[in-house]
Nanobody, 120 residues
Framework: QVQLVESGGGLVQAGESLRLSCAAS????????MAWYRQAPGKQRELVAG???????NYPDSVKGRFTISRDNAKNTVVLQMNSLKPEDTAVYYC??????????????WGQGTQVTVSS
């Protein structure tokens, strides 16, 4: 089991930055992948950024170069730094922890979500 608590959302203007944090209830080194997803009204939840226990990261083209995910293993925290925000980044942002149970099962855990609103 993993409990995830997000913080750092809010209302900003286009072009500004926000920093989201996700605190995990267990050592994140034991978690295969930590990620941020977002869901806008009427849209499906989508991956925003992911980071493996080895430190590899991945981003969709829509945020590449603007968003950066990082992990602080000592604090069991994952951070999403969002720069040059756009109105289309407006969504509820969710922290995700994925733990692989060999050979094929994956346990997914979610935080409660934090609202990010970008005004034009």
């Amino acid at each position: 089991q993993v409990q995830l608590v997000e913080s750092g959302g809010g209302l900003v203007q286009a072009g500004e930055s926000l920093r989201l944090s996700c605190a995990a209830s267990r050592r994140i080194l034991s978690i295969n992948t930590m990620a941020w997803y977002r869901q806008a009204p009427g849209k499906q939840r989508e991956l925003v950024a992911g980071i493996t226990s080895g430190g590899s990261t991945n981003y969709p083209d829509s945020v590449k170069g603007r968003f950066t995910i990082s992990r602080d293993n000592a604090k069991n925290t994952v951070v999403l730094q969002m720069n040059s925000l756009k109105p289309e980044d407006t969504a509820v942002y969710y922290c995700n922890a994925a733990i692989v149970r060999p050979p094929t099962h994956v346990d997914n855990y979610w935080g409660q979500g934090t609202q990010v609103t970008v005004s034009s």
